[in-house]
């Protein structure tokens, strides 16, 4: 009997396969795209000819590919050539640094920024179109908020969108206007499209250029899948021909798995889930909006904000519609996700999956709420009962200023934030991701950091939120590579170091399982393989390691 040689062997003495919570000693073998071996170094030397690739990591962690459950391509990637402003601390030095960033590209129409928040800011001055006017009054200028929720624009941005002093709010969001009824140049939700509808016109060649960086950074992180959750940015930078040509030209190294808007016109839904159905590009669902966000006070709560009495906040869709929306996509068989942060918005996610059990059946359905970031204690255990996996990027718990989201939630809702561990302990599935490019950083290592140490947004190992939530490392892993792999309906190709598994594996430059927690944020990754191919090694990283 001929032994099949290996294409690449990896070995190390911390291996994390997900199957188990602590590391093994062993070596991996890797024939085309596909795991042939894992076992002891000695079972896996008869796999190596004279044409393998050999990788001996010492004591470095190799584990299954990072699997982003939650991000937006597109958005992603147009948020690399654009200004981050999370440092920013006023709406001066806001200004003052886009003025800077406006001057390095003279020959964009459009000034896009992303990621300030005021409530990280040293003085009280609210963010106003005229702030931005005093440094650029001649160029459009359209600022995203770290939430993604809503923007900050200039006059010039208002004027070319046509925003008027008489325009109207949309259903869901609202232009905001000062104590005399006049606009701010704060737009929330869904009237932030009337501006990104123009802000937005990129050329063919621009889309593939930034994607590609994308795909670049995906595999400097190694993350070898990501799933694409609809936002309304979508409607103006979605491509998924796009994506599908770089499929067809093989240059997507990482997978893909796109979640379209949960629109009603199931037609449409259901041309594109047999088109996308490739290894490396997949449709996986439909997503929508059951509310906004806790700083944007667009968040759906049971009870009034903290902060303001007179409102709960409401939902994006009429119940009765998004109810009905759910029963007849989960009837053909569609999977749904939906974005849920106030404890109310999610008791009306798990209502309308509870009620699609009662009307077509109980099936495999693996339908998801994304963010969960306050949940009633009633609910929780709902998750496990009716199936439906928690979907949570743990950044976001350190990424709004804690003193503000606690006063606008206020004490008693302030106890079930981000229950993470609780969810897990009632038998819920959990994924992982980042919901880049609304979370600051695409790096796995952050979200790994903050979900096994809870460290608010002081940033200080001495604050945590809630540290009986803490996931250990293994389940923090497992979450963001197994979790999410079958939160895809592919957990018998991906997520596991397994014969016969896809080959998408990531090797760090240190083993996270023998290190202070302090140092997880130093890690970097050495070498990414997805589908069998090195997609990124580090320049530390030797091709010819002895085994």
Same mark, same amino acid.
Request: net charge negative; charged share 25%.
């Given at each position: 009997?001929?032994?099949? &040689?290996?294409?690449?062997?990896?070995?190390?003495?911390?291996?994390?396969?997900?199957?188990? #919570?602590?590391?093994?000693?062993?070596?991996?073998?890797?024939?085309?795209?596909?795991?042939?071996?894992?076992?002891?170094?000695?079972?896996?030397?008869?796999?190596?000819?004279?044409?393998?690739?050999?990788?001996?990591?010492?004591?470095?962690?190799?584990?299954?590919?990072?699997?982003?459950?939650?991000?937006?391509?597109?958005?992603?990637?147009?948020?690399?050539?654009?200004?981050?402003?999370?440092?920013?601390?006023?709406?001066?030095?806001?200004?003052?640094?886009?003025?800077?960033?406006?001057?390095?590209?003279?020959?964009?129409?459009?000034?896009?920024?992303?990621?300030?928040?005021?409530?990280?800011?040293?003085?009280?001055?609210?963010? #106003?179109?005229?702030?931005?006017?005093?440094?650029?009054?001649?160029?459009?200028?359209?600022?995203?908020?770290?939430?993604?929720?809503?923007?900050?624009?200039?006059?010039?941005?208002?004027?070319?969108?046509?925003?008027?002093?008489?325009?109207?709010? +949309?259903?869901?969001?609202?232009?905001?206007?000062?104590?005399?009824?006049?606009?701010?140049?704060?737009?929330?939700?869904?009237?932030?499209?009337?501006?990104? &509808?123009?802000?937005?016109?990129?050329?063919?060649?621009?889309?593939?250029?930034?994607?590609?960086?994308?795909?670049?950074?995906?595999?400097?992180?190694?993350?070898?899948?990501?799933?694409?959750?609809?936002? +309304?940015?979508?409607?103006?930078?979605?491509?998924?021909?796009?994506?599908?040509?770089?499929?067809?030209?093989?240059?997507?190294?990482?997978?893909?798995?796109?979640?379209?808007?949960?629109?009603?016109?199931?037609?449409?839904?259901?041309?594109?889930?047999?088109?996308?159905?490739?290894?490396?590009?997949?449709?996986?669902?439909?997503?929508?909006?059951?509310?906004?966000?806790?700083?944007?006070?667009?968040?759906?709560?049971?009870? +009034?904000?903290?902060?303001?009495?007179?409102?709960?906040? #409401?939902?994006?869709?009429?119940?009765?519609?998004?109810?009905?929306?759910?029963? &007849?996509?989960?009837?053909?068989?569609?999977?749904?996700?939906? #974005?849920?942060?106030?404890?109310?918005?999610?008791?009306?996610?798990?209502?309308?999956?509870?009620?699609?059990?009662? &009307?077509?059946?109980?099936?495999?359905?693996?339908?998801?709420?994304?963010?969960?970031?306050?949940?009633?204690?009633?609910?929780?255990?709902?998750?496990?009962?009716?199936?439906?996996?928690?979907?949570?990027?743990?950044?976001?718990?350190?990424?709004?200023?804690?003193?503000?989201?606690?006063?606008?939630?206020?004490?008693?809702?302030?106890?079930?934030?981000?229950?993470?561990?609780?969810?897990?302990?009632?038998?819920?599935?959990?994924?992982?991701?980042?919901?880049?490019?609304?979370?600051?950083?695409?790096?796995?290592?952050?979200?790994?950091?903050?979900?096994?140490?809870?460290?608010?947004?002081?940033?200080?190992?001495?604050?945590?939120?809630?540290?009986?939530?803490?996931?250990?490392?293994?389940?923090?892993?497992?979450?963001?590579?197994?979790?999410?792999?079958?939160?895809?309906?592919?957990?018998?190709?991906?997520?596991?170091?397994?014969?016969?598994?896809?080959?998408?594996?990531?090797?760090?430059?240190?083993?996270?399982?023998?290190? +202070?927690?302090?140092?997880?944020?130093?890690?970097?990754?050495?070498?990414?393989?997805?589908?069998?191919?090195?997609?990124?090694?580090?320049?530390?990283?030797?091709?010819?390691?002895?085994?």
């Amino acid at each position: 009997m001929t032994i099949k &040689k290996a294409d690449i062997v990896l070995s190390s003495d911390a291996i994390f396969t997900g199957l188990t #919570h602590e590391p093994m000693s062993g070596a991996i073998a890797i024939l085309g795209n596909k795991i042939l071996s894992v076992g002891s170094k000695a079972e896996i030397e008869h796999f190596i000819g004279s044409g393998t690739k050999v990788f001996n990591y010492g004591n470095q962690l190799i584990m299954p590919g990072f699997h982003d459950f939650h991000l937006h391509i597109m958005f992603s990637a147009l948020s690399l050539t654009s200004i981050n402003l999370f440092e920013a601390r006023s709406a001066q030095e806001v200004a003052a640094k886009v003025l800077e960033f406006s001057k390095e590209c003279p020959g964009e129409e459009w000034i896009i920024g992303m990621q300030w928040d005021a409530g990280y800011w040293h003085d009280k001055q609210e963010p #106003h179109y005229k702030i931005l006017d005093a440094v650029i009054p001649d160029r459009p200028v359209v600022l995203f908020h770290a939430e993604g929720h809503y923007t900050w624009v200039n006059s010039k941005a208002m004027e070319l969108a046509g925003v008027t002093e008489e325009i109207r709010d +949309p259903d869901f969001g609202r232009y905001e206007r000062d104590k005399n009824g006049l606009l701010t140049g704060i737009l929330y939700e869904e009237a932030q499209q009337i501006v990104l &509808k123009e802000a937005l016109r990129l050329t063919q060649n621009k889309k593939e250029t930034i994607l590609k960086e994308f795909l670049r950074l995906l595999s400097q992180y190694g993350i070898t899948s990501v799933n694409d959750l609809f936002a +309304p940015i979508d409607d103006f930078l979605q491509d998924y021909d796009l994506f599908e040509k770089l499929d067809k030209q093989g240059e997507l190294s990482t997978r893909f798995h796109i979640t379209p808007e949960l629109d009603g016109n199931l037609d449409k839904a259901q041309i594109l889930r047999n088109k996308y159905e490739s290894k490396k590009l997949q449709f996986s669902g439909l997503k929508q909006f059951v509310d906004g966000t806790v700083t944007g006070h667009t968040a759906y709560f049971l009870k +009034p904000y903290s902060d303001q009495l007179d409102i709960c906040g #409401h939902p994006a869709l009429d119940p009765e519609v998004l109810i009905d929306r759910v029963v &007849k996509a989960d009837e053909l068989g569609f999977r749904i996700r939906f #974005h849920a942060i106030g404890d109310a918005a999610i008791r009306l996610a798990l209502d309308a999956f509870e009620e699609a059990v009662r &009307k077509n059946g109980k099936r495999d359905s693996r339908h998801t709420i994304e963010h969960i970031e306050v949940i009633d204690s009633d609910d929780i255990e709902r998750f496990s009962k009716l199936g439906v996996i928690a979907s949570m990027q743990p950044d976001h718990m350190a990424a709004s200023s804690r003193e503000v989201y606690s006063s606008i939630i206020g004490p008693e809702r302030e106890k079930n934030v981000f229950l993470t561990k609780s969810l897990l302990n009632t038998g819920a599935s959990l994924a992982l991701g980042t919901d880049f490019p609304v979370s600051i950083s695409l790096n796995p290592m952050r979200q790994i950091y903050t979900a096994i140490t809870r460290v608010d947004s002081s940033g200080d190992s001495q604050n945590t939120w809630h540290p009986e939530q803490k996931l250990t490392l293994a389940e923090a892993l497992q979450a963001y590579t197994y979790g999410s792999a079958y939160g895809c309906f592919r957990e018998h190709e991906l997520g596991t170091i397994e014969e016969g598994k896809l080959a998408d594996l990531v090797v760090l430059d240190r083993n996270l399982f023998d290190i +202070p927690e302090s140092e997880v944020l130093k890690t970097k990754v050495e070498l990414t393989i997805n589908d069998g191919k090195v997609v990124y090694k580090s320049e530390e990283t030797s091709l010819s390691s002895i085994f």
